[in-house]
T-cell receptor, first 113, second 113 residues
Framework: GQQLNQSPQSMFIQEGEDVSMNCTSSSIFNTWLWYKQDPGEGPVLLIALYKAGELTSNGRLTAQFGITRKDSFLNISASIPSDVGIYFCAGRPDGGSNYKLTFGKGTLLTVNP | ETGVTQSPTHLIKTRGQQVTLRCSSQSGHNTVSWYQQALGQGPQFIFQYYREEENGRGNFPPRFSGLQFPNYSSELNVNALELDDSALYLC????????????FGQGTRLTVV
């Protein structure tokens, strides 16, 4: 099935560093969502974006909906050990199939205390 | 407010058998979607139910079927299990007022041997 291009695949950083990851698509999306998944758990919604150019924050997390509507990025500032996990971008395509979410393959984040 | 709950959490089945997975929606949510997440991948959309009817389907064969009940809970049924069906199965619920945001349960880990 179709998946978004999410990068990087994995990151290993020191506690306190900032992190940036992004997601691109070949088609236009009308909604971008960012999720975090811990081992053995379901994805937890972090941020939802609804308009091109929108910049939204949730604590130390900031995400943007790209102007072309084909990309999005997530920044985490001042990382802490509990930020460890897999981060997924997900989007709802424009048009008739907007009932489904298309996911990226995830970015595995490891934070060294 | 209760979140999305799924049962069972783990399941082992033999190839060729049938399985039923269950999901209770988050309070106030009337739309349920099912996703399959293979190891190391992002979730893949299976189908969505609204008002007890399937209103969208991903690229999965007919042996994947579902039900939604009047209380908005849902079942995923898989017939003639194959080894490749081994995955984490995730249920997500949304409210019709905000279909864009999907909230996930913890998932059911299905192993087919």
């Amino acid at each position: 099935g179709q998946q978004l291009n999410q990068s990087p695949q994995s990151m290993f950083i020191q506690e306190g560093e900032d992190v940036s990851m992004n997601c691109t698509s070949s088609s236009i999306f009308n909604t971008w969502l960012w999720y975090k998944q811990d081992p053995g758990e379901g994805p937890v919604l972090l941020i939802a974006l609804y308009k091109a150019g929108e910049l939204t924050s949730n604590g130390r997390l900031t995400a943007q909906f790209g102007i072309t509507r084909k990309d999005s990025f997530l920044n985490i500032s001042a990382s802490i050990p509990s930020d460890v996990g897999i981060y997924f971008c997900a989007g709802r395509p424009d048009g008739g199939s907007n009932y489904k979410l298309t996911f990226g393959k995830g970015t595995l984040l490891t934070v060294n205390p | 407010e209760t979140g999305v709950t799924q049962s069972p959490t783990h399941l082992i089945k033999t190839r060729g058998q049938q399985v039923t997975l269950r999901c209770s929606s988050q309070s106030g949510h009337n739309t349920v979607s099912w996703y399959q997440q293979a190891l190391g991948q992002g979730p893949q959309f299976i189908f969505q139910y609204y008002r007890e009817e399937e209103n969208g389907r991903g690229n999965f064969p007919p042996r994947f079927s579902g039900l939604q009940f009047p209380n908005y809970s849902s079942e995923l049924n898989v017939n003639a299990l194959e080894l490749d069906d081994s995955a984490l199965y995730l249920c997500a619920s949304s409210s019709v007022a905000n279909l864009a945001e999907a909230f996930f349960g913890q998932g059911t880990r299905l192993t087919v041997v």
